[in-house]
């Protein structure tokens, strides 16, 4: 099946900063969607991304379609402290989405 | 409220026992889907229905599980013999529309809170 790898597994940010993940996968995806999961909710979507080499903002969030169409980068700007959550990138193959393991974010303090 | 959600958010049961959970979609949308969420990991595939039947099952992992959506709206999720292994969140999603395309609003998926199956 299709495999997503997210890095890194984890981050502490200090409030401000600002922080990178990515994701590559193993097969060529036609669109990359990052997802944030918070504590004791369902994952919500944050960017979709659906052409090689798109760069899409939302907000402090700032995601890129790789040109390989095995990569995306999600970036967050001057983070604060509601950034917390695990960061999911998702390849949708039909209506099936495949999502890698995540990224957690904690705010150091 | 507006959202996808799930009944119970916590289900804890004994090895062996019988569990059903609940998913309501968003009012309107077609297409359901459940995934499991292991520790650690991002939600896995197991079922996608578009209207009334299951259009697809190959993420369930085996005879244990089935789900049902009777009337094209609520969906059942049933796990017979439970066991350790079942222990996860079960994440249920809409969208508006299923199979035919993956861009566009109309197939993003919105998830429900989760069940957090523990099995004893």
């Known amino acids: 099946g299709q495999q997503l790898n997210q890095s890194p597994q984890s981050m502490f940010i200090q409030e401000g900063e600002d922080v990178s993940m990515n994701c590559t996968s193993s097969s060529i995806f036609n669109t990359w969607l990052w997802y944030k999961q918070e504590p004791g909710e369902g994952p919500v979507l944050l960017i979709a991304?659906?052409?090689?080499?798109e760069l899409t903002s939302n907000g402090r969030l700032t995601a890129q379609f790789g040109i390989t169409r095995k990569d995306s980068f999600l970036n967050i700007s001057a983070s604060i402290p509601s950034d917390v959550g695990i960061y999911f990138c998702a390849g949708p193959n039909d209506y099936k989405l495949s999502f890698g393991a995540g990224t957690t974010v904690t705010v150091r303090a | 409220g507006a959202g996808v959600s799930q009944t119970p958010s916590n289900k804890v049961t004994e090895k062996g026992k019988y569990v059903e959970l609940r998913c309501d979609p968003i009012?309107?949308?077609?297409?359901l889907y459940w995934y499991r969420q292991s520790l650690g990991q991002g939600p896995e595939f197991l079922i996608y229905?578009?209207?009334?039947?299951?259009?697809?099952d190959s993420g369930l992992p085996n005879d244990r599980f089935f789900a049902v959506r009777p009337e094209g709206s609520v969906s059942t999720l049933k796990i017979q013999r439970t066991e350790r292994g079942d222990s996860a969140v079960y994440l249920c999603?809409?969208?508006?529309?299923?199979?035919?395309?993956?861009?566009?609003?109309?197939?993003?998926?919105?998830f429900g809170p989760g069940t957090r199956l523990t099995v004893l």
């Open positions: 991304l659906y052409k090689a080499g």
């Open positions: 009012s309107g949308h077609t297409a």
């Open positions: 229905f578009q209207g009334t039947g299951a259009a697809d």
């Open positions: 999603a809409s969208s508006l529309m299923g199979r035919g395309g993956t861009s566009g609003g109309g197939n993003e998926q919105f």
